[in-house]
C-alpha cells in the first residue's frame, strides 16, 4: 500500500491510511481510463497532476479549472460547484441555520469565484481551504448584519490539505470532527461560539456565564489540542 | 519581533476569525505588523481554524441551486454579447448607405446573391431547430442525471449524518445488542456499513472492519469509532473489486488499525444467499 506525504507536516496514520486509499482510487479511476502508457513508471497520480497537457485534454486540478473559469468557461466553474457546493452549503447552513439564505450565500461564494478567481491565491492554502474560510466570513458577516468583512478575505489563510476529492474531503472531515468530539465539552462549545458564531471573549464570557479569564484559558486550551489533534 | 511581549494564542485566533473589534482588533493588528513570530502563529492558526467548518453536519446542496449558478452566470455574461452584436448591425446599415452610389449591376448581382443566401438561411434555421431540439433533449436528461445524483447524495448524507436518528428494531424486551449492518457489492468493491449500540473503547483503540473471502486473507475495510451514542459508520472505503465475502466481520485494534486482523471479532455476520 502506497502511503504519500504531501507536506512536511504529516497528520495522523489514520489520514495517511485514508489518504493512500485515495492514491489507490485515484490509480484505479486512471487504470480505468488510461493504459499503462500513460504511467509507465507507476507514478502516484498526485506526481503527474501538473503535466501541462494530458491526451484527453482534460484538465481536472483546481488550478486548471480556475484557469479555465478566468478565460469564463462555465462547466469548469460547474465542476468546482460539484466538488465544493456541498461543504460549503454545509458550512453556510451550520452558521446561518436557514436553509435559504444559506442557498443565497453557496450562490454568492461560487458567483464571486466566477467573477473574480483572482481572488484565490494558492500560496495560501487550498482551494477547499479558502472557499471553507470565505464561506463562513461571509456568513458570519450576514448572521452579524456586518458588511463583508473589511480586507480580511484579502489577506486570509487557509489550511493547504487538499479537499479536492471526495476521499480527501471525507478523511478531513473525520479527522477534524474526532478532534472536536475529542476536546472537553467546554473547550468545544467555546472553539464552536467563536468559529460559527463569530462571537468575541467578551460575548462568549457573557453568552456562557464563564468569567472572561477562564474563557480565554479553555480557548487556548481548545487551539492547542485541535493542533495536536490535527497533527499527531 | 515586539519586544518579546507577543499576542496570546486565544487573541491570534479571534483575529485570524475576524472577531474582533475596537481597540482590541488595532492593538492586534499593529502587532502584527512588526512581529514574524506572531504572523507565524497566525498562519498556523488560521490553517487549523479554516478546517473548523468541516465540522459542521453534512448538507447535499439543494437540488436546484446548480441550476440557479449557471441562469446568474448566463446572465452576466448576456450583455457582453448584446455588445458583441451591436457593431455588425451599425456594419449593415453602412452597407446599405454604400448601395446608393454603387453601380446598379453589382446591386442585381447581390439581389441575385441574396436569393441564394436566403435558401442557405432556411437551411441553416432548420439545422437551428434541431439543435435547439437536441440541446432540449440533453437538458432533460442532464436534469435527470443531476435529479438522481441529488438523490444519491441525499441518501449518503442521510447514512453519514452523526445526528440521524437511528433504531435497530429487535423483539420487545430484548436489551439493545451491539449490532452492524453492511451492504456490500462486490463487482464494484463498494461498501457502506452501520453500526449500533457500538461500546466506547480506549482511546488506543479502535473498532476494524474486515471482508473475509472465501479464500485469502481477510480484507481491511476501515477502522472507526463509534460516537457517544455507539453508532458508527464506514462509507465506501478503498476494496479490490470482485472479491465476494464470505463473512464480514469486526475486531478491535490499535487506533490507528492493522493490516492483519490481531484482536478479538466483537461482531460478525455472513451475507444472505440470494444477492
Redesign the interface.
Same mark, same amino acid.
Given at each position: 500500500m502506497h502511503v504519500t506525504k504531501d507536506r512536511g507536516n504529516p497528520r495522523s496514520s489514520y489520514v495517511l491510511a485514508l489518504k493512500s486509499c485515495i492514491l489507490w482510487q485515484e490509480r484505479r479511476k486512471t487504470a480505468l481510463m488510461t493504459d499503462d502508457s500513460d504511467n509507465p513508471m507507476g507514478l502516484p497520480l498526485r506526481s503527474q497532476k501538473n503535466v501541462p497537457s494530458s491526451k484527453r485534454g482534460e484538465p481536472v486540478d483546481d488550478d486548471l479549472l480556475l484557469r479555465r473559469v478566468s478565460q469564463k468557461d462555465s462547466s469548469a466553474l460547474t465542476k468546482l460547484f460539484d466538488t465544493y457546493g456541498g461543504m460549503v452549503y454545509s458550512v453556510a447552513l451550520r452558521v446561518l441555520h436557514d436553509a435559504a439564505r444559506a442557498e443565497d450565500l453557496l450562490q454568492e461564494v461560487f458567483f464571486q469565484l466566477w467573477r473574480k478567481p483572482e481572488s484565490f491565491v494558492s500560496g495560501r492554502g487550498s482551494l477547499g481551504g479558502w472557499l471553507l474560510v470565505v464561506t463562513r466570513n461571509r456568513a458570519i458577516d450576514i448572521l452579524r448584519r456586518k458588511r463583508p468583512t473589511e480586507s480580511v478575505d484579502d489577506n486570509l489563510l487557509a489550511s493547504a490539505e487538499s479537499l479536492a476529492s471526495e476521499v480527501e474531503r471525507e478523511a478531513m472531515m473525520q479527522q477534524v470532527r474526532r478532534a472536536l468530539v475529542g476536546l472537553p465539552a467546554e473547550q468545544r462549545h467555546i472553539l464552536e461560539l467563536a468559529y460559527f458564531e463569530g462571537l468575541s471573549h467578551t460575548e462568549i464570557a457573557e453568552r456562557t456565564g464563564q468569567p472572561l479569564g477562564t474563557v480565554k484559558t479553555r480557548m487556548r486550551s481548545g487551539l492547542m489540542s485541535l493542533r495536536k489533534a490535527l497533527q499527531a | 519581533m515586539n519586544g518579546g511581549v507577543h499576542i496570546? #494564542?486565544?487573541?491570534l485566533?479571534?483575529y /485570524?476569525? /475576524?472577531?474582533? #473589534?475596537g481597540e482590541?482588533l488595532a492593538r492586534v493588528r499593529t502587532h502584527l505588523q512588526s512581529c514574524a513570530a506572531c504572523q507565524e502563529e497566525?498562519?498556523?492558526?488560521?490553517?487549523?481554524? &479554516?478546517?473548523? /467548518?468541516?465540522?459542521?453536519?453534512?448538507?447535499? *446542496? %439543494?437540488a436546484h441551486? $446548480?441550476a440557479?449558478?449557471?441562469e &446568474?452566470? #448566463?446572465d @452576466?455574461?448576456e450583455p457582453a454579447a448584446v455588445s458583441q452584436v451591436h457593431p455588425i448591425t451599425s456594419l449593415s446599415t453602412t452597407g446599405r448607405r454604400r448601395t446608393a452610389w454603387i453601380p446598379w449591376v453589382i446591386a442585381a448581382g447581390l439581389a441575385v446573391g441574396a436569393t441564394g443566401l436566403g435558401v442557405k438561411v432556411n437551411t441553416m434555421q432548420q439545422q437551428l431547430q434541431e439543435r435547439s431540439r437536441m440541446l432540449a433533449q440533453s437538458q432533460q436528461e442532464a436534469m435527470r442525471s443531476r435529479e438522481e445524483a441529488a438523490r444519491s @447524495?441525499r441518501v449518503l448524507a442521510l447514512l453519514k449524518a %452523526?445526528q440521524a436518528q437511528r433504531a435497530t428494531l429487535t423483539a420487545a424486551k430484548t436489551p439493545a445488542e451491539p449490532t452492524g449492518h453492511a451492504i456490500y457489492l462486490a463487482e464494484r468493491g463498494e461498501l457502506i456499513f452501520q453500526g449500533s449500540h457500538l461500546k466506547s473503547l480506549p482511546e488506543d483503540k479502535a473498532y476494524e472492519l474486515w471482508v473475509i473471502p472465501q479464500n485469502g486473507a481477510p480484507i481491511p475495510a476501515g *477502522?472507526f469509532?463509534p460516537? $457517544?451514542s455507539g453508532d458508527a459508520s464506514v462509507?465506501? %472505503? %478503498?476494496l479490490p473489486t470482485g472479491v465476494p465475502a464470505k463473512v464480514f466481520a469486526i475486531t478491535v485494534e490499535r487506533?490507528?488499525?492493522v493490516?492483519k486482523p490481531e484482536g478479538p471479532i466483537v461482531l460478525s455476520g455472513v451475507p444472505m444467499p440470494g444477492a
Open positions: - | 496570546a #494564542q486565544e487573541d485566533a479571534l /485570524g476569525m /475576524g472577531n474582533l #473589534q482590541e497566525l498562519s498556523t492558526l488560521a490553517a487549523d481554524l &479554516s478546517l473548523l /467548518g468541516l465540522g459542521a453536519e453534512a448538507h447535499p *446542496v %439543494p441551486a $446548480r440557479r449558478l449557471l &446568474s452566470v #448566463q @452576466e455574461m @447524495e %452523526p *477502522v469509532r460516537d $457517544r462509507v465506501m %472505503p %478503498p487506533a490507528e488499525g493490516a
